[in-house]
């Protein structure tokens, strides 16, 4: 049977990773549990808690013990869900073990999960898979949680069969006993860099060298202590081994989707809309400006025929990031990776891909070396000391103190599920990148 889960904490406390790493330690004894799966769903959802993620996991249980798990869960969600805020609406489903209805169903499967985490569902779309597939559910309050809990089962069926096709990664998560909820992280930053610098960057988002931050670990009243991020499993562990930090409850590896972009879209035609999260291709057409709050904004006309401009901003948090965008200039062609927010793209990353670094300026006189005059409009240049002319203006190549290929925002300000740098050099990728860390 597999199980998704979704919106049981609130910020004031809980995880929904936290109650998903509960009931896999307590239904092992039902059966064999799974790796769970951490998904990260659309990022600009406005109801999320935080990094809008939902849970999963599989356990192999006997015939005739499904209920008594369902009971056991639906107990556990109940008990540690923060149903006292308004925000949390608890929601579980149940798929029944039955492979040959799980190929039949993956195709409704594969167009939820990747539309949770592109799109803006409803509770209806999610109702309308479950009742076609006759899958069991269990939901609190106004159940909404239900979209996210499909989403998370779903990617479990999806990314069993086809690892290739969906990215993933891993992440340990280390979670704190329940007497220190809400006090003061004890963690050894020291160590957390010498395990970072032992193991980076097949693990990664642990520490923010440039901005001199630890960023693996959150700040708020919930029961995690910290995550590891990476693509080896030894190397997670290794760094979990480094790390000094005060006695934990218990810990869990997950399957995820984070670091891999799956939330960006290439649109094709269709109009872009707000709360979606795009890559578009596109040339510089205002200069980039600071504004009020130190945010960089500016604007590029898009590419793709009658999709006109579109205004791009990089916010105060991506730090020195804001510095690549302040050394764009009108004409450059790039490719800008981000959501839209009213109307306005909220980067994450770009690609610069066409410097326009050629300057045209007043062409030297042959004898003397000056700068030639203008000669009046379309008149040409002259030297007004030796007399000599020229046509044209000199085209020099300006360095533009930038270079071409991919930048990203820091750790400090990156979405779980956008994809660093690093991972894409670290499987090759044939472009320049500029990593941030
Ligand atoms: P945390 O990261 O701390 O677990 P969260 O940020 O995941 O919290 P939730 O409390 O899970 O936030 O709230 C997100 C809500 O949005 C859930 O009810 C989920 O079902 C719903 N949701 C997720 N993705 C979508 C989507 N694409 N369209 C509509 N609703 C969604």
């Given at each position: 049977m597999i199980v998704g889960i979704d919106d049981t904490d609130s910020r004031k406390g809980m995880c929904t990773t936290y109650l998903c790493a509960v009931l896999v330690d307590e239904l092992r004894k039902y059966g064999e549990v799974s790796t769970p799966r951490l998904v990260r769903l659309n990022?600009?959802?406005?109801?999320?808690?935080?990094?809008n993620g939902a849970v999963s996991f599989e356990i192999r249980i006997a015939k005739g013990e499904e209920e008594k798990v369902k009971e056991v869960i639906k107990v556990r969600v109940s008990e540690l869900s923060?149903?006292?805020?308004?925000?949390t609406n608890p929601g579980v489903v149940f798929i029944d073990n039955d492979t040959k209805k799980e190929n039949d169903n993956k195709s409704m499967l594969k167009n939820f999960y990747e539309d949770a985490v592109r799109e803006v569902l409803t509770l209806e779309d999610a109702y309308v898979i479950i009742s076609n597939l006759h899958f069991d559910y269990f939901g609190l309050k106004?159940?909404?949680g239900i979209i996210g809990a499909l989403a998370a089962a779903s990617f479990l069926v999806l990314q069993k069969s086809k690892p290739d096709y969906y990215d993933f990664t891993y992440e340990l998560m280390a979670y704190r006993r329940k007497e220190r909820w809400g006090t003061t992280r004890f963690i050894d930053e020291a160590s957390v860099w010498k395990a970072d610098a032992a193991t980076y960057p097949l693990t990664w988002d642990t520490v923010d060298v440039a901005n001199k931050e630890i960023v693996f670990a959150p700040h708020s009243p919930c029961p995690v202590l910290f995550g590891i991020r990476g693509d080896s499993v030894d190397a997670i562990y290794k760094t979990y081994e480094l790390i000094d930090a005060e006695p934990e409850e218990r810990n869990m590896l997950f399957i995820t989707n984070q670091g891999t972009d799956f939330h960006l879209i290439r649109p094709y035609k269709e109009k872009l809309q707000d709360y979606h999260s795009y890559i578009l291709d596109g040339v510089v057409s205002s200069s980039p400006r600071t504004i009020e709050g130190g945010h960089v904004v500016f604007s590029i006309s898009l590419s793709e025929k009658n999709r006109g401009t579109i205004e791009c901003i990089a916010y105060e948090p991506t730090k020195g990031f804001r510095d690549i965008i302040r050394k764009l200039q009108v004409g450059d062609g790039i490719t800008v990776f981000g959501a839209l927010k009213k109307e306005t793209l909220n980067l994450e990353k770009i690609e610069v891909m066409k410097l326009n670094n050629v300057a045209e300026r007043n062409p030297r006189c042959d004898k003397c070396g000056r700068r030639m005059k203008s000669a009046g409009r379309q008149q040409g240049y002259r030297c007004k000391r030796c007399g000599t002319f020229k046509a044209d203006k000199d085209k020099v190549i300006v360095d533009r103190g930038i270079e071409e290929g991919l930048y990203e925002v820091p750790p400090v300000a990156r979405r779980h599920i956008s994809k660093p740098l690093i991972r894409m050099r670290m499987e090759g990728a044939d472009k320049e990148i500029h990593p941030s860390r």
């Amino acid at each position: 049977m597999i199980v998704g889960i979704d919106d049981t904490d609130s910020r004031k406390g809980m995880c929904t990773t936290y109650l998903c790493a509960v009931l896999v330690d307590e239904l092992r004894k039902y059966g064999e549990v799974s790796t769970p799966r951490l998904v990260r769903l659309n990022p600009c959802i406005p109801f999320k808690t935080r990094g809008n993620g939902a849970v999963s996991f599989e356990i192999r249980i006997a015939k005739g013990e499904e209920e008594k798990v369902k009971e056991v869960i639906k107990v556990r969600v109940s008990e540690l869900s923060e149903l006292s805020e308004e925000e949390t609406n608890p929601g579980v489903v149940f798929i029944d073990n039955d492979t040959k209805k799980e190929n039949d169903n993956k195709s409704m499967l594969k167009n939820f999960y990747e539309d949770a985490v592109r799109e803006v569902l409803t509770l209806e779309d999610a109702y309308v898979i479950i009742s076609n597939l006759h899958f069991d559910y269990f939901g609190l309050k106004n159940k909404r949680g239900i979209i996210g809990a499909l989403a998370a089962a779903s990617f479990l069926v999806l990314q069993k069969s086809k690892p290739d096709y969906y990215d993933f990664t891993y992440e340990l998560m280390a979670y704190r006993r329940k007497e220190r909820w809400g006090t003061t992280r004890f963690i050894d930053e020291a160590s957390v860099w010498k395990a970072d610098a032992a193991t980076y960057p097949l693990t990664w988002d642990t520490v923010d060298v440039a901005n001199k931050e630890i960023v693996f670990a959150p700040h708020s009243p919930c029961p995690v202590l910290f995550g590891i991020r990476g693509d080896s499993v030894d190397a997670i562990y290794k760094t979990y081994e480094l790390i000094d930090a005060e006695p934990e409850e218990r810990n869990m590896l997950f399957i995820t989707n984070q670091g891999t972009d799956f939330h960006l879209i290439r649109p094709y035609k269709e109009k872009l809309q707000d709360y979606h999260s795009y890559i578009l291709d596109g040339v510089v057409s205002s200069s980039p400006r600071t504004i009020e709050g130190g945010h960089v904004v500016f604007s590029i006309s898009l590419s793709e025929k009658n999709r006109g401009t579109i205004e791009c901003i990089a916010y105060e948090p991506t730090k020195g990031f804001r510095d690549i965008i302040r050394k764009l200039q009108v004409g450059d062609g790039i490719t800008v990776f981000g959501a839209l927010k009213k109307e306005t793209l909220n980067l994450e990353k770009i690609e610069v891909m066409k410097l326009n670094n050629v300057a045209e300026r007043n062409p030297r006189c042959d004898k003397c070396g000056r700068r030639m005059k203008s000669a009046g409009r379309q008149q040409g240049y002259r030297c007004k000391r030796c007399g000599t002319f020229k046509a044209d203006k000199d085209k020099v190549i300006v360095d533009r103190g930038i270079e071409e290929g991919l930048y990203e925002v820091p750790p400090v300000a990156r979405r779980h599920i956008s994809k660093p740098l690093i991972r894409m050099r670290m499987e090759g990728a044939d472009k320049e990148i500029h990593p941030s860390r």
